[in-house]
């Protein structure tokens, strides 16, 4: 499967923003089109609940429908994220579409309440996980601060995901660069699954977009500067990996469950 990261920075304006998103998938050739968390806008270094009020919008508004219309020109697939409208509440949402048609919504579950900001202040939590099927594989999905909860990845896992596709707007900050290494690494090689975490750069957000192999190494690591950079995997490594480390079958969830009813 041939993959295409966009690295980029968002900025306040949401036109400028989409122009930028639908540029870089003209440019695109590849299956698979991935773009960060917060692509909508970023107003500030936290954003702020009347800035998101501001420009959400409904599945069916301008953002996602040019972005939709782009995918089905170009006859591919692309993962993006939006602040998702939706019956008087506001998502942090992921959106995996194929050729035009929505495929999966992913509303994170773990918001970022930590460091000063409140993202439980403007945004309502998800509660569902999320696998795709695409092109033979089972994608799971999650966004940025899913990463600290390994819970959600190996539920995807033991659904049959084999790969992660994580948007992110992964913010600067003592150890945080350190942490998102480390994090990527870990949810790929403890659950066997290729892990696509693509991140944000610019004033506030590390970049370094990475993709980490079923084994937890580095496959990419897209630096610090806004790039898009495209990669071919093979998912004969994942097979390989779980054979190698057989962490899906020595996995004793019964175990598990007798502990966490004893909380």
């Known amino acids: 499967m041939r993959i295409k990261l966009f690295q980029l920075e968002a900025v306040n304006q949401k036109e400028h923003n989409l122009r930028k998103i639908l540029q870089f998938l003209d440019n695109s050739d590849c299956d698979l089109n991935v773009f960060p968390e917060y692509i909508m806008g970023v ?8 800035y998101v009020k501001r420009i959400a919008e409904p599945i069916n508004g301008d953002f996602v429908s040019s ?7 170009k006859g591919v697939a692309v993962v993006f994220t939006m602040f998702l409208k939706e019956d008087g509440k506001i998502y942090n949402a992921a959106i995996f579409a194929n050729k035009g048609k929505i495929l999966s919504i992913y509303k994170k579950i773990h918001l970022f309440d930590a ?17 795709v099927s695409y092109k033979g594989c ?10 600290r909860f390994p819970e959600l990845f190996r539920f995807m896992r033991l659904k049959g995901a084999n790969m992660f596709i994580v948007p992110s707007a992964w ?3 003592k150890y945080k660069l350190l942490q998102w290494f480390s994090l990527i690494q870990s949810r790929a090689h403890e659950n066997g699954c290729y892990t696509i975490a693509v991140n944000q750069v610019g004033k506030f957000f590390t970049g370094h977009s990475l993709i980490a192999s079923p084994l937890g190494y580095i496959v990419v690591d897209l630096g610090e500067e806004e790039k898009e950079f495209s990669v071919e995997l093979d998912l004969n490594e994942v097979e390989e990996a779980r054979k190698n480390f057989r962490l899906g079958y020595l996995w004793k969830g019964h175990l598990y469950r007798e502990w966490f009813e004893e909380l």
């Open 43 to 50: 107003n500030d270094r936290f954003l702020t609940r009347e």
């Open 115 to 131: 460091f000063g900001y409140k993202e439980s202040s403007i945004f309502t939590p998800g509660i569902k996980p999320t696998i």
């Open 138 to 147: 089972r994608i799971g999905l999650a966004v940025c601060f899913d990463l």
């Open 67 to 73: 972005i939709l219309e782009k995918s089905r020109e």
């Open 171 to 173: 913010y600067k900050g």
